[in-house]
């Protein structure tokens, strides 16, 4: 019996580890299976648990309101000290960049407890930007003795970095995986479709809406569905790219703007300064003349999926959304200047605009305006799964 721990702590680790969890724990004849959270996010993190019914084994409980790099470092390195001397796992795996999942990384290998590394091998090369998953992700590679890369790009990255050809495994990324059991499950149950349009009419925007004639008279109400959080992004950046949505607000009056706000009081911050006094409006209600701006709390993943197949675009930083939106056959306009997801860039479904104020107004406006663009980065294709990365890995790991 091999003792398997899977340590995750955010909100895209613990969407991208929920299904690996429960695949392992299909196989209770080869595996015992750990779960420890480091409670890096807390309210965000406990969303997905209970969206997947995971209950973990260790919660380290880590999170302070405004944490830096250190406390989440130095937090996390001691806390599985104590949990990994009391569960003796055979194998760790950590997910993806985060400060969770290389310090995680860290603390099994002070242990000398082989690590496994789901999504490995992303890069941008530039050590700022994503700042500071890249280095994150370099760090957890050094350390990996199982990498699990999500595509044959990303297993070429980490032969070019000399990493062992044996220890690499092409498996396709688990959010893909997650993103077809919540489809499935949407599906399959119109009733949870309909729990998941007043989970949202609660939250402050009516999904009903969408069904409405437009003033121009011009087809159905649109929708632009927004989020951010990326650490470089903070000041300058955050600020504008929220003079840019103020300004599409206004250009499209008949479009729905919908920002569910990550709860990093930074990213909140400048939300409230551009788009003063919002946040606090009553359900259904927006911003300004056009009421069309609608920023709402963080959606538990089953309501954001079911958002975003009603959008007509996306506008993020965030990674684990640029797998998913293609897939969904979503044009994604990505707020960054690089990406290490380059694949959905190369078949045209994503497009990088940066935090510059008048890139980001202008390519919303060239998707809103121009259908031809519109139905070319419309094409549903996705290069990042196809949903059976978990039982890749845990096939690789009964070897
Ligand atoms: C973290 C990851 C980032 C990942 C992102 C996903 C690091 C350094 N950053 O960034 O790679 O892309 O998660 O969202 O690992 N907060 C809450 N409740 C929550 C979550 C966050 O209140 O459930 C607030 C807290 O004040 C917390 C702050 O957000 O201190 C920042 O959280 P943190 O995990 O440090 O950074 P993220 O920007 O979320
Ligand atoms: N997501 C969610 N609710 C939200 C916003 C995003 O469940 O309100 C999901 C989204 O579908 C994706 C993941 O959270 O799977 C992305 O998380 P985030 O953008 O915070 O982190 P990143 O992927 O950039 O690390």
């Known amino acids: 019996m ?10 895209p680790e613990a969407i991208k580890m929920c299904p690996l969890v429960k695949r392992f724990q299909q196989e209770t004849e080869t595996f015992e299976t750990i779960v420890c959270v480091t ?11 209970h969206l997947f019914d995971v209950r973990p084994d260790y919660d380290l409980n880590i999170m302070k309101t405004g944490q830096d790099l250190y406390d989440i470092t130095a937090r996390v390195l001691l806390g599985m000290r104590d949990v990994l001397k009391e569960a003796q796992p055979d194998v760790v795996l950590v997910h993806g960049d985060t400060t969770t999942s290389t310090a995680a990384a860290l603390a099994a290998f002070y242990q000398r407890i082989p690590v496994g590394h789901v999504e490995a091998g992303l890069r941008t090369y530039q050590i700022y930007s994503p700042w500071p998953e890249e280095m994150n992700r370099q760090i957890t590679s050094r350390i990996a003795r199982y990498n699990f890369a999500p595509t044959p790009l990303s297993r070429e990255n980490l032969l070019r970095e000399y990493v062992d050809s044996a220890t690499i495994s092409v498996t396709g990324n688990t959010v893909i995986d997650a993103l077809h059991m919540v489809v499935q499950k949407l599906k399959d149950n119109p009733a949870l ?20 004639k437009t003033q121009s008279g011009e087809g159905p109400r649109r929708l632009v569905l927004i989020t951010g959080h990326r650490r470089e992004n903070f000041g300058l950046g955050f600020m504008h790219i929220c003079h840019a949505i103020k300004s599409l607000t206004q250009r499209y009056p008949d479009v729905d703007f919908v920002y569910p706000m990550h709860l990093n ?13 919002i946040d606090m409006l009553p359900p259904g209600k927006g911003w300004g003349e056009a009421f069309n701006m609608f920023f709402i709390e963080p959606l538990e993943y089953l309501s954001f999926v079911y958002l975003m197949e009603k959008s007509t675009l996306v506008l993020t930083d965030s990674g684990g959304i640029q797998e998913e939106a293609p897939g969904l056959g979503k044009p994604v306009l990505v707020m960054r200047d690089t990406t290490e997801r380059p694949e959905a860039l190369e078949s045209g479904t994503v497009h990088l605009v940066g935090c510059d104020e008048e890139k980001i107004f202008s390519e919303v406006c060239m998707l809103l305006d ?3 663009m519109y139905d070319k980065m419309s094409r549903a294709w996705n290069p990042y799964g196809d949903g059976k990365a978990c039982e890749r890995i845990v096939n690789m790991l009964k070897l």
Not at 2 to 11: A, D, E, N, Y
Not at 41 to 49: G, T
Not at 203 to 208: C, E, F, K, L, T
Request: glycine share 8%.
């Open 2 to 11: 091999k003792k398997i721990m899977l340590v995750f702590g955010t909100r």
């Open 39 to 49: 409670g890096q996010h807390r309210e965000m993190l406990d969303q997905v648990l």
């Open 193 to 212: 479709s309909e729990e998941q349009r007043k989970v949202l009419l609660d939250a402050g925007y009516d999904v009903r809406r969408l069904e409405r």
């Open 265 to 277: 009081p930074n990213v909140r911050k400048p939300i409230h300064e551009i788009f003063d006094g």
């Open 370 to 372: 121009d259908k031809t």
